[in-house]
């Protein structure tokens, strides 16, 4: 059942265009990823999709009766009340219920027989009303958002920014609506509640589309890719590693379209010019009229281009000695809480270590440390550090960029003998163009405050970084350029992350900090991952499965007299599955044939599409865009029948 309907949807700021054209379905059980860079308006196409904002033009139908979640970036959050009463906001009904019983249980308290009778008859509605089911279920949510039972009891005027930030994911994902929008849901996430996610949302039952940075999330839980860019929107039928893949296929053939369209406009007006006064000017003159009607193929919009273009490369640094650091009998407290004692780590030069573990646990508190930016008071141990040090820190709450500042002023603070200009041009390499050097630190997003502390950092030469959550606002551009760039990096890196796809490409070493404990990992983070991989959760099963389970289970517990009346049933449902399996087989050779064919119609219209158009500009795009959509739909039926296929062999 389709629930999201966006037709030739246009939207942009005074008097600009941000997008137009964006056109696009979205069914139940259909997951799909809204991609593009930083600025190009992921965020604000779900705020129209939620019809918080106007757009100005086009339009976006939600099915009646389609319930919708959505969870922004920003998770704003009313401050009142405990952390379970948030999470149980979306339910009025049972909330008002939950309220009465309180006040029910605690005018009870003085033995009046009346309270006592009002107490059992709203606990009565309570259980029937299944609040008790609900809080269970609330419970579970935010137990794996990393709310303890205790937790629930806290106000939520008293949660850190990134504990507001899961529990207004918990409080969208406890709804269960049919539409379900998520704005960066990993930002606050740790590792093992990634993969939890992960997990939920491939058993989930509504429709999902997701904006995220994170790779490797994108990959696990889509099955399809939407590229939005200004003059529309791609749609593929693919994980985001498949559609990165494709994507450059279709940019090449489209470019391949307009430079032959030109080159045969560059010839006809050749022709025109040389024959417009001669023998051949009725010729050039018909020609001048075909030109003039010409449907001109526009260039393919590559919205990764200028994404592409920044630049972080490090300045060329002394070498360190081949120790670099070495920490004896490191220890920190929280709170009253040992975060982790006794640890030794010997850093080598070269080596690219990564700190993983839960949030909390003290991965930051752990990178400061060793970078000589520990409490004085709570923390102990010694590290004895290297010869030839340069050394560079990254903070992750981007304490290193001044809000009243310019990115200019920024940018002299650290090197005085570069001018205005000098400042602007090197500014440039991390995409800040035009007035964006001029504006103050104070205005600019998440992701541009990351580029200009990025920025700082490579200024000046370093040969030893200490990096505290890198690509926590970067795009995934920039995320890969700064991977590339540290893997080709001369001195020894120490980061915190919860980017798998980043921590895979950059570390050698893994050093995990969880329960009080630290552990050192020799090899990268896929030596590590696939060595401590968590249980996979279940994929939770829908009211029907479970009534299903529930009866096969008490037919097993039968006893032998009841055993005959049983058969029949059984008999049936055996019949039933024997024709489901049936079924499947006949739609799994049905979908060869289609494939089949659909291959041999793509052969055949790509043999079309390298042959002179003779002219004929508009039908060759035609024929591309049909080229592209039947390529859509083979990738399609693959999917199915790759899945059928593991079904059938299961």
């Known amino acids: 059942m389709t629930v999201l309907q966006v037709a030739d949807l246009r939207f942009g700021y005074a008097g600009d265009t941000l997008f137009e054209g964006v056109t696009f379905t979205l069914?139940?059980?259909?997951?799909?990823?809204?991609?593009?860079?930083?600025?190009?308006?992921?965020?604000?196409?779900?705020?129209?999709?939620?019809?918080?904002?106007?757009?100005?033009?086009?339009?976006?139908?939600?099915?009646?009766?389609?319930?919708?979640?959505?969870?922004?970036?920003?998770?704003?959050?009313?401050?009142?009340?405990?952390?379970?009463?948030?999470?149980?906001?979306?339910?009025?009904?049972?909330?008002?219920?939950?309220?009465?019983?309180?006040?029910?249980?605690?005018?009870?308290?003085?033995?009046?027989?009346?309270?006592?009778?009002?107490l059992a008859h709203v606990t009565d509605r309570?259980?029937?009303?299944?609040?008790?089911?609900?809080?269970?279920?609330?419970?579970?949510?935010?137990?794996?958002?990393?709310?303890?039972?205790?937790?629930?009891?806290?106000?939520?005027?008293?949660?850190?920014?990134?504990?507001?930030?899961?529990?207004?994911?918990?409080?969208?994902?406890?709804?269960?609506?049919?539409?379900?929008?998520l704005d960066e849901p990993t930002n606050h996430l740790d590792l093992d509640t990634i993969s939890w996610l992960e997990s939920w949302l491939r058993g989930y039952r509504g429709a999902v589309l997701v904006v995220s940075h994170d790779r490797a999330f994108l990959d696990a839980v889509s099955t399809q890719t939407l590229e939005l860019g200004s003059r529309g929107l791609r749609v593929y039928p693919l994980r985001y590693s498949e559609y990165a893949v494709a994507r450059q296929g279709d940019l090449a053939r489209e470019r391949a379209i307009m430079e032959r369209q030109q080159a045969f406009v560059d010839k006809t007006e050749d022709f025109i010019r040389k024959n417009m006064a001669g023998q051949k000017s009725r010729q050039a003159q018909s020609r001048r009229k075909m030109l003039d009607k010409l449907d001109r193929v526009a260039g393919p919009e590559d919205v990764w281009a200028v994404?592409?273009?920044?630049?972080?490369?490090?300045?060329?640094?002394?070498?360190?000695?081949?120790?670099?650091?070495?920490?004896?009998?490191?220890?920190?407290?929280?709170?009253?809480?040992?975060?982790?004692?006794?640890?030794?780590?010997?850093?080598?030069?070269?080596?690219?270590?990564?700190?993983v573990g839960p949030n909390g646990a003290g991965k930051s508190t752990f990178i400061k440390l060793l970078?000589?930016?520990?409490?004085?008071?709570?923390?102990?141990?010694?590290?004895?550090?290297?010869?030839?040090?340069?050394?560079?820190?990254?903070?992750?709450?981007?304490?290193?960029?001044?809000?009243?500042?310019?990115?200019?002023?920024e940018v002299r603070s650290i090197r005085g003998d570069l001018n205005a200009e000098g400042a602007r041009q090197y500014l440039a390499r991390f995409r800040f163009w035009g007035d964006d050097p001029l504006r103050v630190v104070a205005g600019f997003s998440g992701g541009e405050r990351s580029r200009l502390a990025l920025a700082k950092l490579l200024l000046e030469p370093r040969n030893l970084l200490f990096l505290d959550e890198p690509t926590n606002h970067l795009d995934i551009p920039a995320a890969e350029i700064l991977e590339e760039a540290l893997v080709g990096f001369d001195g020894t890196v120490l980061l915190v992350s919860h980017d798998r796809r980043f921590l895979e490409t950059v570390t050698t070493r893994i050093v995990s900090v969880r329960d009080g404990n630290v552990e050192l990992y020799p090899g990268g983070f896929s030596d590590f991952a696939a060595a401590h991989a968590p249980p996979k959760a279940e994929p939770r099963k829908d009211r029907k499965a479970e009534a299903r389970e529930a009866r096969e289970a008490k037919k097993s517990d039968l006893p032998p007299a009841l055993s005959d009346a049983a058969k029949k049933p059984q008999h049936e449902a055996q019949k039933q599955s024997s024709r489901e399996r049936e079924k499947r087989e006949r739609r799994f050779k049905d979908l060869e044939g289609l494939i089949g064919a659909g291959e041999k119609q793509l052969a055949d219209m790509r043999d079309k599409l390298r042959e002179d158009p003779a002219g004929d500009w508009a039908k060759l795009a035609k024929m591309a865009a049909e080229e592209q959509a039947l390529a859509k739909r083979v990738d399609l039926l693959m999917t199915e029948w790759t899945k059928l296929g593991e079904e059938l062999s299961g």
Not at 311 to 329: C, H, M, Q, T, Y
């Open 27 to 118: 069914a139940i059980g259909e997951r799909a990823a809204l991609v593009a860079p930083n600025g190009a308006g992921k965020s604000t196409l779900l705020r129209l999709l939620a019809k918080e904002v106007d757009p100005d033009g086009g339009s976006v139908v939600v099915k009646k009766e389609v319930s919708v979640g959505y969870y922004r970036q920003s998770h704003e959050l009313v401050a009142k009340g405990d952390v379970l009463s948030a999470f149980l906001a979306g339910f009025g009904d049972i909330v008002e219920l939950r309220e009465q019983l309180a006040a029910a249980q605690h005018e009870a308290a003085s033995g009046d027989e009346r309270a006592l009778a009002h």
């Open 126 to 181: 309570y259980h029937v009303a299944r609040g008790d089911d609900l809080e269970h279920r609330v419970a579970a949510i935010a137990a794996k958002l990393g709310f303890s039972q205790a937790d629930l009891a806290r106000p939520v005027a008293s949660l850190s920014g990134g504990e507001r930030g899961r529990l207004h994911l918990g409080v969208i994902l406890a709804l269960e609506p049919d539409l379900l929008m």
């Open 307 to 355: 994404a592409d273009r920044i630049s972080f490369r490090f300045a060329e640094a002394a070498r360190s000695g081949d120790i670099v650091l070495d920490a004896k009998g490191l220890a920190a407290s929280r709170g009253g809480r040992v975060l982790f004692e006794g640890v030794d780590l010997l850093v080598r030069r070269g080596e690219r270590i990564g700190i």
């Open 371 to 409: 970078a000589g930016k520990g409490d004085r008071e709570l923390d102990t141990g010694h590290v004895k550090r290297g010869t030839n040090l340069q050394e560079g820190y990254f903070d992750q709450h981007l304490g290193a960029v001044n809000p009243s500042n310019t990115a200019i002023e």
